[in-house]
């Protein structure tokens, strides 16, 4: 698949996903403020990259986009309330997302850790709600591993060990490579691990094509990191929306910081081919989609 | 069932759930301090009144406690992570919480708000793996059920509302009853009835059974918050583990402050008296456990 086909597959994923996102609160008989505030982070923007894995996995298993939406949407809910909460004051302290006021400069520091509660929350139910239309073994071992994925050993665990290593180096010692990478394969790729194997799960894969899902997804966490790090190294602030060179503003570590630009692009061209490899077993336009994606991922920082 | 018995069972159930917290995260691969923030607040004492309720709830309806013991600690993860997020300086700024350090006083903001994150998240995993030994259907209808009543239709929503009128009332008007019980119903009420009706749904009650139970865990959450605010009144801070009165210092709307003691101790005692003729259907010793449970939790404020 081109890159133009798969660009233009993945912005229609965006806008099926925004269109549920923006309407999928209208019935909830709850705070008006509170709803405001959760979608006007859910609404900011962004490549719902994590809910498009989960459909195109689910589909490339035979999956209906239709019943696994409500799940993918649960997925962009984690990931949004891991934003709002990252930015806070006492965490990372950022001011802009995406070109746009971060949660708690719009609506205080209380409304947003309760925003970023209720979207973590509402998550579970959105997966949950999978159930009608989905056997029930399948969302509750999908619920279980997007648990695990997104907990104190993965999103929240890498979050926790970020924050250490930066304090420690601002004192002291610069982290090794190690250290970066265990980080980032819990604080994000664990993420976007669990949107894949989730996707198979909900679509009845078999173990052993979940087993290979997650060695591609894992290894396109890591890919999606590294070019992530060399973006914020190379590019301007009106392309990241966010202040340019920021995260080494902040004393954090980076894969260009460790190894220099180039060698960081040879990584991340290395992760993606090991992550295109363990697609080798399917076939078809939703894994022509994923190996188009998985290529961008890295293409998107030379 | 007498007082003395009731206790002793209730005792019984606090040091079996104790037990079950303490070592659930034994084999879990997190950061040390993160498992530590977690306990220090998992263990901090507590009646563990939800995981009792569940638990007594479903053995009502012929289910095992075993089988459903990690989803009535996953009611405490909850339970938990939401006070360790109201104590927030952003929120309530307490200090002291049944007699120890908050948790932001002893690990920092940053890492109280990822150690409420991780409990949070955890607490959907603890639920998820009942399907071990448990139906899936049941185990995702409970999960879904539990999602809607803490998230931001019920105890989040009901935290947004508190803040609102806390502010709303520091600057002019004073709460209604109306308000109060609003707030009650979602920021205590809802976590107490889904403790009781995710034991029905897990145990296989039928729909008409599960409807007695949230009515009478309805009635009982709105006895038990009108005893709490009674309590905060009339107690001394060695009694609370935390300052007497705060409620009232912080310009809370509260029961006592709306009706006086002795109205809202009448008040207290109709809602009990509710919630005890709604569990007319069934019988047997864990139907008077619970019968003695909601009797205590108003007595315990005369």
Same mark, same amino acid.
């Given at each position: 698949?081109?890159?133009?086909?798969?660009?233009?597959?993945?912005?229609?994923?965006?806008?099926?996903?925004?269109?549920?996102?923006?309407?999928?609160?209208?019935?909830?008989?709850?705070?008006?403020?509170?709803?405001?505030?959760?979608?006007?982070?859910?609404?900011?923007?962004?490549?719902?990259?994590?809910?498009?894995?989960?459909?195109?996995?689910?589909?490339?298993?035979?999956?209906?986009?239709?019943?696994?939406?409500?799940?993918?949407?649960?997925?962009?809910?984690?990931?949004?309330?891991?934003?709002?909460?990252?930015?806070?004051?006492?965490?990372?302290?950022?001011?802009?997302?995406?070109?746009?006021?971060?949660?708690?400069?719009?609506?205080?520091?209380?409304?947003?850790?309760?925003?970023?509660?209720?979207?973590? %929350?509402?998550?579970?139910? *959105?997966?949950?709600?999978? #159930?009608?239309? +989905?056997?029930?073994? !399948?969302?509750?071992? $999908? =619920? /279980?591993?997007?648990?695990?994925?997104?907990?104190?050993?993965?999103?929240?665990?890498?979050?926790?060990?970020?924050?250490?290593?930066?304090?420690?180096?601002?004192?002291?010692?610069?982290?090794?490579?190690?250290?970066?990478?265990?980080?980032?394969?819990?604080?994000?790729?664990?993420?976007?691990?669990?949107?894949?194997?989730?996707?198979?799960?909900?679509?009845?894969?078999?173990?052993?094509?979940?087993?290979?899902?997650?060695?591609?997804?894992?290894?396109?966490?890591?890919?999606?990191?590294?070019?992530?790090?060399?973006?914020?190294?190379?590019?301007?602030?009106?392309?990241?929306?966010?202040?340019?060179?920021?995260?080494?503003?902040?004393?954090?570590? %980076?894969?260009?910081?460790? *190894?220099?630009?180039?060698? #960081?692009?040879? +990584?991340?061209?290395? !992760?993606?081919?090991? $992550? =295109? /490899?363990?697609?080798?077993?399917?076939?078809?336009?939703?894994?022509?989609?994923?190996?188009?994606?998985?290529?961008?991922?890295?293409?998107?920082?030379?």
């Amino acid at each position: 698949m081109n890159l133009e086909t798969m660009k233009k597959r993945l912005k229609a994923d965006a806008e099926e996903v925004e269109l549920f996102l923006a309407h999928c609160l209208d019935e909830v008989d709850m705070p008006e403020r509170l709803k405001e505030s959760m979608l006007y982070s859910l609404l900011a923007g962004g490549k719902r990259l994590r809910p498009a894995l989960c459909l195109a996995v689910a589909e490339m298993f035979g999956g209906r986009r239709e019943d696994v939406l409500p799940f993918a949407a649960g997925l962009e809910f984690i990931h949004t309330y891991s934003l709002v909460h990252d930015d806070l004051p006492a965490m990372d302290d950022d001011d802009l997302r995406r070109g746009k006021p971060t949660n708690h400069k719009v609506y205080g520091e209380a409304m947003a850790i309760l925003t970023g509660d209720a979207l973590l %929350t509402e998550a579970f139910g *959105l997966m949950a709600s999978c #159930s009608t239309a +989905l056997p029930a073994e !399948r969302v509750v071992q $999908a =619920i /279980a591993h997007a648990a695990f994925s997104v907990g104190a050993v993965g999103m929240v665990g890498g979050q926790v060990l970020d924050l250490a290593h930066t304090e420690a180096r601002g004192a002291a010692r610069k982290g090794s490579l190690d250290d970066l990478m265990e980080i980032h394969a819990r604080k994000t790729g664990a993420l976007i691990c669990t949107s894949c194997v989730c996707g198979a799960l909900l679509a009845g894969a078999s173990q052993n094509d979940s087993e290979a899902v997650a060695a591609w997804a894992g290894a396109l966490g890591s890919a999606f990191q590294i070019a992530d790090d060399i973006l914020d190294e190379v590019s301007d602030t009106a392309t990241l929306g966010k202040p340019a060179g920021s995260d080494a503003a902040q004393g954090k570590t %980076t894969y260009p910081a460790l *190894l220099g630009i180039e060698k #960081s692009r040879e +990584l991340a061209r290395q !992760r993606a081919d090991e $992550a =295109i /490899a363990a697609l080798a077993p399917f076939t078809g336009e939703h894994k022509d989609f994923l190996v188009a994606l998985t290529n961008y991922a890295v293409e998107r920082s030379f």
